[in-house]
């Protein structure tokens, strides 16, 4: 029987999932920041996924639907798990990282004091998606930056900078979400750790030269090259969040390639 179930945990942007649903299948996003359905948390919204952008983007008989869902709820997961068994095709996370990356290192010792155990919950939120990924035996990711999580679970499998596969986009590729921020072909540098299993293959490269912005810093001492992204997303507010943790589309697109038929 033919898994048509993809999953993307932690995902408001649900860009992982494009290239599966562009394919036909069913593609499930979960994160707290979807709208709550009438029918419960963990029922699909109104909208199946991307409001507008379905007309730019033909969907080709897949879904992409977009769900509330409160990720660090242990019973949510099991929820999870029981809806996709036995039709999980592949698993997509982005657990928070707010108290793993090494560029928030410097308030660490502050959150510490307020929480000793703050990383340790943040590392159980990364570990529980393998558990779930696992629970429904199908390949699968967990992204986030270079930081504390490799101290504290395990080293990542992969890395990545989102330049390496702009070369998977067009080019005359525009961002379809904030293309004031991210430039076109994914031409930027972040580096992404992933930690995956279950068969999931690691897509080859197709990279692209990435842009850097220049800034006049105060102290002469320190660097003014920025990615774009870093360098027009400054502040702690949920859209900038957004912006620099949505999944770079052309990184997307060679995952399914690699991923689709290979098992």
Request: proline share 8%.
């Amino acid at each position: 029987m033919k898994k048509t179930h993809v999953i993307s945990l932690y995902d408001f942007t649900g860009e992982a999932l494009r290239p599966w649903a562009e394919a036909g299948y069913q593609c499930f996003a979960y994160d707290i920041q979807h709208k709550p359905s009438p029918m419960g948390e963990l029922e699909p919204s109104s909208g199946t996924a991307f409001e507008n952008l379905d007309s730019h983007f033909p969907l080709n008989g897949g879904n992409i639907f977009k769900i509330h869902a409160d990720l660090y709820n242990k019973s949510v997961l099991m929820k999870i798990a029981s809806r996709h068994m036995n039709d999980a095709k592949f698993l997509s996370a982005f657990p928070p990282c707010t108290d793993l990356s090494s560029a928030g290192a410097r308030w660490w010792k502050e959150k510490e004091k307020e929480n000793p155990l703050f990383q340790m919950f943040a590392r159980d939120n990364a570990v529980a998606c393998q558990h779930l990924a696992d629970t429904l035996d199908c390949p699968y990711y967990i992204e986030n930056p270079v930081g504390a999580l490799s101290r504290l679970w395990r080293k990542p499998n992969h890395s990545f900078n989102p330049c390496d596969y702009g070369g998977y986009l067009p080019e005359d590729d525009v961002h379809p979400r904030y293309p004031e921020y991210i430039p076109p072909r994914d031409a930027y540098r972040k580096k992404t750790c992933l930690w995956s299993g279950n068969r999931f293959t690691m897509p080859e490269i197709n990279p692209v030269q990435h842009e850097t912005l220049v800034y006049k810093r105060k102290d002469p001492t320190k660097s003014g090259n920025f990615s774009p992204v870093h360098g027009r997303t400054g502040g702690k507010s949920l859209k900038t969040k957004n912006i620099r943790s949505a999944t770079p589309r052309g990184f997307a697109k060679a995952v399914f390639k690699a991923n689709e038929f290979h098992y």
